[in-house]
């Protein structure tokens, strides 16, 4: 099965960054990821830039945003993420990616899954407009790294 001229399955590109800045909106992430505090009822909102690359077998550079993150009460993690990939021969690609994360027990580790959907005028990539992915990979807060897998819907 196709979708256009990328096969269903097919790895779009593996991302690699790292958090840039972290803002909090009353709760601090460094203190709810120690267990000093909890979070409160209402969950609590952190806005997290990061920056750094993608590599897969179409489309390869530089990837920067901002996951607009909430953390709910229950500990589940709602991603809300705004992406912006500048390609190796200088285009730009708009992300859009939303999905879940869940602290592995007893580590420092969120797992990732995403799905995430993209948007370019650019006649070189404009072929990523009709391409849904899905994104499997984890964050690990010891290292200040996220990886993820982008794979073709």
Known sequence: MTT?????????????????QITDYGVSLPE???GSVAIPPEGARFD???????????????????????????GRFDLHIHSRYTTADGQNISQFADGVGTREDGTNRISLRENAS????????KWLNRVQVWGIGAVDLDKNEVRIKYYVA
């Open 48 to 74: 997290a830039a990061y920056q750094g690359t993608f590599l897969g077998p179409r489309i390869s550079g530089t990837v920067e945003g901002v996951d607009y993150l909430h953390i709910r009460a229950d």
């Open 4 to 20: 256009g001229s990328i096969e269903v399955g097919e790895l779009l590109c593996e991302v690699v960054a790292n958090f840039t």
């Open 118 to 125: 993209y948007v370019t005028s650019s006649p070189l990539y």
């Open 32 to 34: 709810f990821i120690s």
